[in-house]
């Protein structure tokens, strides 16, 4: 076994890493860039070692400083992780050419599985069932409408050397193709350096299901199950469970045995994912091979029990695996939620920046939480925004999205925007709940983009109850202080008008023990809690259902967060409520006369000049930032007056990028 490795990364899967290679005793190697000088997979490793200034190619992606790191640290082996060199042949090569040794399949694996033409080759000769369409590269429209013509539309053209949903076109007449096959050409060149496209047919309602598997070195290939990854954004996963509510045992069984089969033609050894496609019919069709850990193994090691970095090391040191297929069982259900720095209610734009407040959530049996992040961190604008995974475990599918909406509920973050309200609505979705997925799922029920769950009744109550205890706590905590003039002390009636957003409801209160009966629209509604003052989670037991409301205290009311809805609660006596509709509304302020930078990043290009007269929803500028470009538009129609920088420019969240008349 290994004495010392090196985690060729960074963020939660580097801290992830370092954690089972300490429980098997075995010392880390961290490497750090500029801005990662503070982080805490830094902290946890036994070493550190810089290697290069913030931006990835100059760091994480220079595969000689990577090596030179190894070898003046003495460590013996390399596990990339995912992302950056983890799919890189060339990186494998070079650990191996050093005579160190890569955590990971052989660079020839690698290379054959990361370019999808030859995949789908080997693919076909291993006997996996294969998407219908063209195995060879496309480069001209003819060639194109003849393929189209055959395999019949809808199609999807992709980039060869493709991931991440860059270089992917659907097409679903001629007059697309064109136009198509030429942008996801652009697009694969400008990504991935190679402009090769494919085309295979495009499958309606999708599923995205994917099976993990372990090979050593001896032949030996098992199956660890296979996990539903159906909820993505813009290609990218946000939710993935295991199992599969949709597989049945006999799909199950089919689908394992040619993965394993895959695997066993490609000489596979390590941990290695092989995603498919799903009809509504449970026909699958391979779509493509991973051939390093998955950001989402964590929900295969809690129904299994088997830690896949522990074997991905033992495998690389040479042992076989301890376990046969029949030895592997399936327990339970595990969900993972990624939590993102971005801001779901502004196009999910990105967010860094210093992480004021980090409360991991507490209490929840089964519950794991891989982060990179701590209170006083900071979210880099040079990474992926992923600031941590959630992930849930019970003996049923329902229990698991029961824990997951406790812990999402219980987690704060603060500094930064983030998407938890957004994993929130999802996980609370009635369609969601039924397992009714599809990879067309966030973009068919949020087509207009996400600005908050819908206020139900039963968020009603919640927002109702939770903020009438606080509203009373307060008043009883002002009733004791002392100094007060005669007759000043706070009234605590019984009869409150409880506004949230812009409806109001009367209320009635009956105080009983840690708590209060709350009547309104003719029921009532019971909270019971411990919560203290001043305590920006709000924890307790309404209507018989315990409850986490991220709550902050304003000059007037409350601003309150809970199962992806996002309100501002306010509190009065009816009296005051009554001459309330004469005061305008502090929330409908004037327009600004100026765009602020929402995020901090690099400005690729302004859309407009001084001068214009712009319409609502007329780009105005492009930022760049964690890796990805962001249209900022309009709200309002307007004239330019002024833009405060140019093209190429560094701007920070906050700052004035273009006044307006």
């Given at each position: 076994?290994?004495?010392?490795?090196?985690?060729?990364?960074?963020?939660?899967?580097?801290?992830?890493?370092?954690?089972?290679?300490?429980?098997?005793?075995?010392?880390?190697?961290?490497?750090?860039?500029?801005?990662?000088?503070?982080?805490?997979?830094?902290?946890?490793?036994?070493?550190?070692?810089?290697?290069?200034?913030?931006?990835s190619s100059e760091s994480y992606l220079r595969i000689d400083r990577v090596i030179k790191a190894a070898q003046k640290t003495g460590a013996q082996a390399i596990h990339p992780g995912y992302g950056f060199l983890s799919e890189n042949s060339e990186f494998a090569k070079a650990v191996h050419d050093e005579g160190l040794v890569f955590i990971g399949p052989t660079h020839d694996a690698i290379r054959f599985m990361g370019d999808k033409i030859k995949a789908k080759k080997i693919a076909n000769r291993a006997g996996v069932n294969i998407i219908p369409g063209h195995k060879d590269a496309v480069r001209d429209y003819a060639t194109a409408k003849k393929i189209a013509a055959k395999v019949g539309y809808p199609i999807m053209i992709k980039a060869a050397a493709g991931g991440g949903g860059k270089g992917m076109r659907i097409i679903r007449n001629d007059e697309q193709l064109k136009d198509g096959l030429r942008a996801a050409a652009n697009e694969a060149k400008s990504s991935f350096s190679d402009d090769r496209v494919f085309i295979e047919k495009y499958i309606e309602n999708p599923r995205h299901i994917e099976i993990q598997i372990l090979a050593d070195r001896y032949g030996n290939v098992v199956a660890l199950g296979e996990r539903e990854c159906s909820i993505q954004r813009r290609h990218q996963k946000v939710i993935e469970e295991a199992?599969?509510?949709?597989?049945?045992?006999?799909?199950?069984?089919?689908?394992?045995?040619?993965?394993?089969?895959?695997?066993?033609?490609?000489?596979?050894?390590?941990?290695g994912t092989i995603e498919y496609v799903v009809d509504e019919k449970k026909n699958f069709y391979f779509l493509e091979m991973n051939t390093r850990l998955q950001v989402e193994h964590r929900v295969t090691e809690l129904i299994t029990g088997i830690d896949i970095v522990e074997q991905m090391i033992r495998i690389a040191a040479g042992e076989k695996l301890p376990f046969a297929q029949k030895d592997i069982a399936f327990n339970g259900w595990a969900m993972e939620a990624r939590v993102y720095a971005e801001d779901p209610t502004r196009g999910f734009l990105p967010s860094t920046g210093r992480i004021t407040r980090f409360i991991e959530p507490e209490n929840v049996p089964g519950l794991i939480v891989d982060t990179g992040i701590y209170e006083g961190g900071e979210v880099s604008m040079?990474?992926?925004?992923?600031?941590?995974?959630?992930?849930?475990?019970?003996?049923?599918?329902?229990?698991?999205?029961?824990?997951?909406?406790?812990?999402?509920?219980?987690?704060?973050i603060r500094g930064i925007s983030h998407n938890i309200s957004?994993?929130?609505?999802?996980?609370?979705?009635?369609?969601?709940?039924?397992?009714?997925?599809?990879?067309?799922?966030i973009e068919e029920e949020y087509p207009k983009g996400f600005s908050g769950a819908e206020l139900s009744s039963?968020?009603?109550?919640?927002?109702?109850?939770?903020?009438?205890?606080?509203?009373?706590?307060?008043?009883?905590?002002?009733?004791?202080?002392?100094?007060?003039?005669?007759?000043?002390r706070p009234v605590i009636g019984s009869r409150w008008v409880v506004r949230v957003g812009k409806d109001e409801y009367p209320v009635s209160v009956t105080a009983r023990a840690q708590g209060y009966d709350i009547g309104v629209n003719n029921e009532i509604v019971s909270v019971r809690s411990s919560w203290e003052l001043g305590r920006r989670l709000f924890q307790g037991v309404v209507g018989g259902r315990q409850v986490h409301v991220k709550v902050?205290?304003?000059?007037?009311?409350?601003?309150?967060?809970?199962?992806?809805?996002?309100v501002r609660v306010i509190v009065r006596t009816p009296s005051v409520s009554e001459l309330a509709i004469h005061v305008p509304d502090s929330s409908e302020a004037s327009q600004s006369k100026q765009l602020i930078a929402p995020i901090t990043g690099r400005v690729v290009a302004f859309r407009v000049k001084k001068g214009d007269v712009v319409k609502q929803g007329q780009e105005l500028v492009i930022i760049e930032a964690m890796k990805m470009e962001n249209i900022i538009t309009a709200d309002n129609d307007v004239t330019i007056k002024k833009i405060h920088a140019k093209p190429g420019e560094g701007i920070t969240a906050g700052q004035a990028v273009i006044d307006f008349e």
């Open positions: 076994m290994f004495e010392k490795i090196l985690i060729a990364n960074r963020g939660e899967i580097a801290v992830r890493i370092i954690r089972s290679a300490r429980k098997m005793g075995i010392k880390t190697v961290a490497v750090y860039s500029e801005a990662d000088t503070n982080s805490l997979h830094v902290q946890e490793a036994d070493e550190a070692v810089y290697i290069g200034p913030s931006p199992p599969s509510p949709f597989l049945d045992d006999k799909t199950r069984k089919t689908v394992f045995k040619q993965s394993i089969a895959l695997a066993k033609e490609v000489g596979y050894i390590s941990a040079f990474y992926d925004p992923m600031v941590a995974k959630v992930c849930t475990y019970g003996d049923t599918r329902t229990r698991a999205i029961e824990d997951m909406n406790a812990a999402l509920g219980a987690f704060v957004f994993l929130e609505a999802i996980i609370n979705h009635p369609r969601f709940v039924a397992g009714n997925l599809t990879t067309g799922f039963e968020l009603n109550r919640v927002f109702i109850a939770s903020s009438v205890f606080m509203h009373l706590r307060y008043l009883e905590r002002e009733r004791e202080i002392s100094g007060q003039l005669p007759g000043r902050r205290r304003l000059a007037e009311g409350y601003h309150m967060l809970y199962s992806g809805a996002d």
